[in-house]
């Protein structure tokens, strides 16, 4: 699936990059120690950018393979809960988000 997901994620940073202005940064990091392990870099010029990119439909398209990629047995939670798009993410235990902020 890794050559996939990095495929879908290169179309998707194109959309992002093409379409948001409120997002100059959209990259993918492969983990150099875990090949199979990804770190996802983005800056948003405020929240409001961040909500415009949530609700494009490529970024609700994107994100349900995304979670499909992701090792573990939350599909049969998210199914049960029918969650989709960013709701997703709440059901994902193998995910880890960290914020960095700069002035």
Do not use: W
Not at 29 to 38: K, M, T
Not at 51 to 71: L, P, R, S
């Amino acid at each position: 699936m890794a050559e996939h997901y990095e495929r879908t994620f290169r179309e998707l940073r194109a959309q992002v990059l093409q379409n948001e202005p409120g997002c100059p940064v959209f990259e993918l990091c492969r983990d150099l120690a875990e090949p199979y392990v990804y770190h996802i870099l983005e800056a948003y010029t405020d929240v409001e950018a961040i909500k415009a990119h949530m609700d494009t439909e490529y970024y609700k398209a994107a994100i349900e393979f995304f979670v499909e990629c992701i090792e573990g047995d939350h599909m049969q939670e998210i199914q049960r809960r029918g969650l989709s798009g960013p709701a997703m993410l709440s059901a994902v235990k193998n995910i880890k988000f960290e914020r960095f902020e700069s002035l």
